[in-house]
């Protein structure tokens, strides 16, 4: 940035912020992700705090592109991306509106909170069908089509459709 360039506002990069896609799920943003902890302009240099979705995440190293080119194109060119992994990142930092973008998107929300251990218990979580609403579901994998998805069935439309673990 030059320095007769104006400095952003952390509102001004927020929105930038909140316009980038999620790598594995196009529908919501990072920030709607709730990867995108915190921000903070310090000078000339726009500081963001990520927080993966699990360490090892394949998409960590696209959040850190995505988020560096994104700022440059907005003509920021000092951009640190920091990664803090305490908290872990849960699904409760997601929105409601977030979760529904999710399942008309075709991918079943998270059920429930963390706080809920049921899943250490051996009972499945009650996973509703995003195609037809149906509670009348079976996992037919622990695993989808990424590490934090089940693949679930409806036994009523007979749809498969991934579920995002409540994590």
């Not at 090892?56 to 060119?77: H, L, R, S, Y």
């Not at 009523?156 to 409540?166: A, G, R």
């Amino acid at each position: 940035m030059s320095e007769t360039q104006v400095l952003p506002t952390t509102d001004e990069v927020w929105a930038i912020l909140n316009k980038i896609p999620d790598p594995e799920i196009p529908v919501i943003s990072i920030v709607e992700l709730g990867v995108v902890k915190d921000l903070s302009i310090n000078g000339s240099v726009i500081l963001v705090t990520i927080t993966p979705t699990y360490t090892g995440c394949p998409a960590t190293k696209f959040f850190e592109n995505d988020i560096t080119e994104a700022m440059k194109k907005a003509g920021f060119q000092e951009i640190k991306i920091t990664y803090k992994y305490n908290p872990a990142w849960t699904t409760d930092w997601m929105s409601d509106e977030s979760k529904e973008k999710l399942r008309v998107y075709g991918i079943a929300p998270p059920e429930g909170k963390t706080s809920d251990k049921n899943f250490l218990l051996g009972k499945d979580p009650n996973v509703g069908c995003p195609q037809c609403k149906s509670k009348n579901t079976k996992m037919i994998s622990q695993f989808g089509s990424t590490a934090c998805k089940s693949l679930y069935q409806c036994k009523d439309c007979l749809e498969t459709f991934d579920y995002f673990k409540c994590i």
